[in-house]
T-cell receptor, first 116, second 114 residues
Framework: DTGVSQDPRHKITKRGQNVTFRCDPI?????LYWYRQTLGQGPEFLTY????????KSRLLSDRFSAERPKGSFSTLEIQRTEQGDSAMYLC??????????????FGPGTRLLVL | KQEVTQIPAALSVPEGENLVLNCSFT??????LQWFRQDPGKGLTSLLL?????REQTSGRLNASLDKSSGRSTLYIAASQPGDSATYLC?????????????FGTGTQLKVEL
């Protein structure tokens, strides 16, 4: 299957620890997005990459968060000094814009983070 | 700031019924609108994408319409089935010419009962 994959699917950590998530997009998709979803809410945009360049970051992405996409392939999202408020589902999506207003984002299964 | 609202928040219908889910957005300057399905604890599955220049899109039993000037979209599901039970999310992207970051509503939780 060539869908978007995310690893790990679940992560439990203690407050203050660092965690790193990985996203592998659909091959040849040059755009990659990270979203965060808390219970009962829709996903909220965090950041996106076009190839290896990080082009936009949300205000939600505090300085404890960092994302990378080396070589324009997979991406990692790291959270340093985790807080209980970081508990959420972290979703990754990829897309290949066609320049016609048609840019479907394909989502991965998400990484569910629980900070104790 | 773009805000997306979905009504109703939850809906329970008997199998076979036709139903309509509503989505409204405050800023009509959008690039496109997407409808997604999310099963509990899972990621999102794209159902339909409507470009800002389009009025509707159809896929099987699903039909989505877009009225950009009034800031509204509807998702019509025909002959509902228990397998349609899920949360349905609509999302809009801004007409900025840059990234297609999506602003989501909070979703409509649908339950189709036997």
């Amino acid at each position: 299957d060539t869908g978007v994959s995310q690893d790990p699917r679940h992560k439990i950590t203690k407050r203050g620890q660092n965690v790193t998530f990985r996203c592998d997009p659909i091959s040849e998709h040059n755009r990659l997005y990270w979203y965060r979803q808390t219970l009962g809410q829709g996903p909220e945009f965090l950041t996106y990459f076009q190839n290896e360049a990080q082009l936009e970051k949300s205000r939600l992405l505090s300085d404890r968060f960092s994302a990378e996409r080396p070589k324009g392939s997979f991406s990692t999202l790291e959270i340093q000094r985790t807080e209980q408020g970081d508990s959420a589902m972290y979703l990754c999506a990829s897309s290949h814009p066609l320049g016609t207003g048609s840019e479907t984002q394909y989502f991965g299964p998400g990484t569910r983070l629980l900070v104790l | 700031k773009q805000e997306v609202t979905q009504i109703p928040a939850a809906l329970s219908v008997p199998e076979g019924e036709n139903l309509v889910l509503n989505c409204s957005f405050t800023d009509s300057a959008i690039y496109n609108l997407q409808w997604f399905r999310q099963d509990p604890g899972k990621g999102l599955t794209s159902l339909l994408l409507i470009q800002s220049s389009q009025r509707e899109q159809t896929s099987g039993r699903l039909n989505a319409s877009l009225d950009k000037s009034s800031g509204r979209s509807t998702l019509y599901i025909a002959a509902s089935q228990p397998g349609d039970s899920a949360t349905y999310l609509c999302a809009v992207s801004p007409f900025t010419g840059g990234g297609n970051k999506l602003t989501f509503g909070t979703g409509t939780q649908l339950k189709v009962e036997l």
